[in-house]
């Protein structure tokens, strides 16, 4: 069973749509093995965006990740990485597909509602920041 982590960014729980991204989700069949609704600080969200560091964004997106509170999980399911990128849309919410997440929700690049990750690599390493084994089940 594959895992990924899915991030509900600050203007998707702010704009009250936990519930909308969670039915999605489960209408798909994906599984949420851990929850929690955290607020990161603005060297917590630089420590999970560092592969961004040197790019020209990472400043404005920390200072968001950090803005307000967001809901972290883990899905679990078959091919569930890629499920769930289908799912949210492409980055640019402008390119991505109707009916997906980024499409019907977005504001803008930044303010794209959610986060995925984009392999199996980057889950095991984005799921330990912020989840023990303890909490997934």
Known sequence: MERTLSIIKPDGVSRGLIGEVIKRFEKEGIRIAAMKMIHMTKKEAEGFYAVHREK????????????????????????????????????????????????????????????????????????AYFFSELEIH
Do not use: C, W
């Open 56 to 127: 020209p964004f990472f400043d404005s997106l920390t200072d968001f990740m950090s803005s307000g509170p967001i809901v972290v999980m883990v899905l679990e399911g078959e091919d569930v990485i890629q499920r769930n990128r289908d799912l949210m849309g492409a980055t640019n919410y402008k390119e991505a597909k109707p009916g997906t997440i980024r499409a019907d929700f977005a504001t803008d690049i930044e303010k794209n509602v959610v986060h995925g990750s984009d392999s199996p690599e980057n889950a095991k390493i984005e799921i």
